[in-house]
Nanobody
C-alpha cells in the first residue's frame, strides 16, 4: 500500500513558477503510471500530467508546454514543475496512480495564481 503526500503549493503571481512534490511511503516502481490531477472549486478533478515508470510523459492540452512531470523512483517521488502559471491553473493539485489502478485521494496541495 503506497501512501502519497503532496507538497509545494502556494500563492504565486501570473507568469510565476512552482514545483510540486509527491512523496510516496513505498516504492512507486511497480506503478506503471503516476499522474498529477487538479480540482478547481466547483469543478471535477482532471488529469493534467502523467508519467510512466519508464519516463514517458503526457499532458493535458491546457498545460502542455508549461508543465513538466518527472519521477525519481529511487526517492519514490513524483514532481510537477509548473511554469508560466495562469489564474486558471488555480486548483488543489493531487498526485495519484494512473495505471494500473488509481488509489485513494490525499489532501492535495493548493495552488493559487493571482495578483
Amino acid at each position: 500500500q503506497v501512501q502519497l503526500v503532496e507538497s509545494g503549493g502556494g500563492l504565486v503571481q501570473p507568469g510565476g513558477s512552482l514545483r510540486l512534490s509527491c512523496a510516496a511511503s513505498g516504492s512507486i516502481f511497480r506503478i506503471n503510471a503516476m499522474g498529477w490531477y487538479r480540482q478547481a472549486p466547483g469543478k471535477q478533478r482532471e488529469l493534467v500530467a502523467a508519467i510512466t515508470s519508464g519516463g514517458s510523459t503526457s499532458y493535458a492540452d491546457s498545460v502542455k508546454g508549461r508543465f513538466t512531470i518527472s519521477r525519481d523512483n529511487a526517492k519514490n517521488t513524483v514532481y510537477l514543475q509548473m511554469n508560466s502559471l495562469k489564474p486558471e491553473d488555480t486548483a488543489v493539485y493531487y498526485c495519484n496512480a494512473v495505471l494500473p489502478v488509481r488509489g485513494s485521494w490525499g489532501q492535495g496541495t493548493q495552488v493559487t495564481v493571482s495578483s
